[in-house]
């Protein structure tokens, strides 16, 4: 009788050691399974994604379940320490907050992408009702409610199409 040896990838050692030693360093991980360095890195940001699997959502689930959120984390296989922080409950990154400028001549949402919306209107000439909608359309995801800025954006191109 023949015992299969069951092989075992490099990256799965290197996730083997990382569970075992959590505060090793990738140079130490490297010199500890004879691995490039690089190699090590490459590895554990492939494994970043994996802390973001237990999201606001499943601790919403959690709470609404009654169950404790290590409890729920556990059963759906996730390692609730090492995903908890990812959890924790923010608001959306808001551009405006952020940013602490002039409100009325260079607004932050205004800017985003790198040129300003007024600059690319006047380059295009495109008008009152046609640069509203750009306006709109541009600092829908930078300010605040994306749906009626998309509703205003909506408004302002069927009047331009209506005065066609």
Not at 72 to 96: C, H, N, T, W
């Amino acid at each position: 009788m023949v015992k299969k040896l069951k092989w075992i990838s490099n990256a799965q050692k290197i996730r083997e050691y990382v569970a075992k030693h959590k505060d090793a360093k990738p140079k130490d991980v490297a010199a500890a399974l004879n691995l490039k360095t690089q190699y090590v890195y490459q590895v554990l940001h492939k494994m970043k994604p994996l802390k973001t699997l237990l999201t606001i959502s499943d601790v919403k689930i959690a709470k609404s379940l009654g169950v404790p959120i290590e409890v729920y984390a556990k059963e759906k296989g996730l390692s609730f320490k090492a995903r908890m922080q990812s959890a924790v409950e923010r608001p959306a990154p808001d551009i405006v907050a952020q940013h602490h400028t002039d409100m009325v001549n260079h607004p932050p949402h205004y800017k985003a992408g790198g040129i300003e919306t007024i600059d690319f209107i006047e380059a295009k000439t495109l008008g009152y009702h046609l640069g509203n909608v750009v306006k709109y359309v541009s600092r829908a995801d930078h300010k605040g409610n994306k749906l009626e800025d998309l509703k205003k954006a909506q408004w302002y191109l069927a009047r331009a199409i209506e005065k066609l």
